[in-house]
Nanobody, 124 residues
Framework: QGQLVESGGGLVQAGDSLRLSCTAS????????TTWFRQAPGKEREFVAG????????YYEDSVKGRFTISTDNAKNTVYLQMNNLKSEDTAVYYC?????????????????WGRGTQVTVSS
């Protein structure tokens, strides 16, 4: 079994920053990649940023490039999402997921482990 636990969400104003954390345990910390997705009310869950564990390759959705940074702390089995210059359209529940096999990180169907999510609300 494996588990992912997110933390770090909150209510901020536009232009502020937040750092989300995703800590993995069990089989969830030996996967190919861990990725942040988000889901706004009434919308589908969408890819935000992902990182591969072996070689730290990073991938970002276009709207967050230059504002968000994904990184890992292998010793802590934790993936971070540093979010700067937040905008109201970033408001969503943020989930981290781990996929065990190689492939397109934006393919949500290929993720075996999910956290419960952390709410990020950006007021304008």
């Amino acid at each position: 079994q494996g588990q992912l636990v997110e933390s770090g969400g909150g209510l901020v104003q536009a232009g502020d920053s937040l750092r989300l954390s995703c800590t993995a345990s069990g089989r969830a910390n030996i996967g190919y990649a861990t990725t942040w997705f988000r889901q706004a009310p009434g919308k589908e869950r969408e890819f935000v940023a992902g990182i591969t564990w072996d070689d730290d390759l990073t991938y970002y959705e276009d709207s967050v490039k230059g504002r968000f940074t994904i990184s890992t702390d292998n010793a802590k089995n934790t993936v971070y999402l540093q979010m700067n210059n937040l905008k109201s359209e970033d408001t969503a529940v943020y989930y981290c997921g781990t996929r065990l096999t190689y492939g397109n990180l934006s393919n949500i169907a290929r993720y075996q482990y999910w956290g419960r999510g952390t709410q990020v609300t950006v007021s304008s």
